[in-house]
């Protein structure tokens, strides 16, 4: 589960060698808001915080730049992508720190603008890069042991470890055809090199070359993704008028769809006045520079799904962006949904959290809070 609702738009300009990046608790028992994309009457679940990682001022080791990701180690450890420190932080199941992995810098086991993170299968780490246009690997100690190189234009911007040792991305394919650059968004398994041994999920895209020499293209995040316990991968399409999900197989066999159209569903002013970030990356003859600027003019409708996620017991967690509070609608490997579950904190359309599901659990994270950066470990609430 790798998008948050306010989803970050993606720029890429080629000029000649240069590419550009824009990356754009209550007491009462909550409800599940109205959602009419299923007549099926299923239990309303509650997933509760139990705690939170993070503070305001006090202990650096708590205090966060910018969150980009949270997810479970294979140890069930808790671990925090911060892209302004360019470290992961580690902490316990309970929330104390232990330790840090990677650091800034354009060294081996250093980082430029690390942008997301894999749980490997043997417990090691895995971090894209998208300035060094890398994957740094490291053990299960968070050692660094090797990077991969040769990415074009950029590495998988969303990675997911696979329980046979590899990892699934979200990445872009440039290719010359002729005079023509043909450009694609792509799903794919690796293993060990850049090529891909499965492309589960292909989108065509669209270049502009209306500015003479300049060659644009222009995207939000089209899709999410999830791995499961058992390899098989599952992709939402991120509209504003279609539910769509799709599961495949590890080999890249679809056995799973789930598609209905829904009508647009208009942002409130507030999440208009809100506006959004933008990460904004320049690479030139391999020297970087980024900034990031505050994006007043927002698209207007919102997802239907903001999110995807698969839990231990390989159901499937399908977050809707359509909802002004989160709302999940929960499957199997199927397709039948099993329940809904919502959260017991009273979060808004602005407020709302990225939500990472994974096997070991629920964990939510805001890339641009309104108060400071902090994580919230939830628990499901089984009847």
């Not at 490291?138 to 990675?159: K, L, N, V, Y």
């Not at 159901?315 to 949904?337: H, K, N, Q």
Request: aromatic share 10%.
């Amino acid at each position: 589960m790798k998008n948050s609702v306010r989803l970050i738009a993606v720029f890429i300009v080629l000029i000649s060698t240069v590419i550009v990046i824009t990356g754009c608790g209550n007491d009462a028992e909550p409800e599940a808001p109205a959602d009419t994309s299923s007549s099926e009457a299923v239990d309303t679940l509650i997933i509760a915080v139990t705690d939170t990682i993070g503070v305001e001022m006090g202990d650096s080791s708590y205090v966060f730049g910018m969150l980009m990701e949270v997810a479970h180690g294979a140890d069930g450890n808790i671990i925090a992508l911060d892209m302004n420190r360019s470290c992961l932080s580690v902490y316990s199941p309970g929330g104390s720190f232990i330790g840090y992995i990677g650091s800034s810098g354009p060294g081996p086991g250093e980082f430029l603008i690390p942008i997301d993170f894999a749980v490997m299968s043997d417990g090691g780490i895995a971090v894209s890069d998208a300035v060094a246009r890398n994957i740094s690997f490291f053990d299960a100690e968070g050692i660094f042991q090797e990077a991969m190189e040769g990415f074009f234009p950029t590495p998988p911007m969303s990675i997911e470890g696979c329980p046979d040792g590899g990892y699934v991305g979200q990445s872009m394919s440039m290719v010359m055809t002729g005079e023509t650059m043909e450009a694609s968004l792509q799903l794919c398994k690796y293993t060990d090199s850049t090529e891909a041994d499965v492309i589960y999920f292909s989108k065509p895209m669209e270049m502009d070359f209306s500015g003479g020499g300049q060659a644009s293209l222009q995207r939000g995040p089209e899709f999410d993704f999830a791995v499961g316990p058992d390899g098989s991968v599952f992709v939402a399409e991120l509209s504003d008028t279609l539910f769509a999900v799709s599961g495949y197989s590890p080999d890249g066999e679809e056995f799973l769809t789930l598609y209905e159209e829904r009508e647009k569903t208009p942002l409130t002013q507030e999440e208009i006045d809100a506006g959004s970030l933008a990460m904004s990356i320049m690479i030139t003859d391999g020297e970087a520079s980024s900034s990031m600027d505050r994006v007043e003019n927002v698209y207007p409708w919102r997802n239907v799904i903001a999110s995807i996620g698969v839990d231990s017991m390989e159901r499937i967690w399908v977050e809707m962006a359509c909802t002004d509070t989160p709302v999940f609608r929960v499957y199997d490997y199927s397709g039948t949904l099993l329940f809904v579950a919502v959260p017991d904190v009273a979060f808004t359309a602005v407020t709302r959290p990225s939500f990472m599901i994974d096997s070991g659990g629920i964990l939510a994270c805001d890339r641009d809070p309104m108060d400071y950066p902090k994580i919230y470990n939830f628990q499901l609430l089984e009847n």
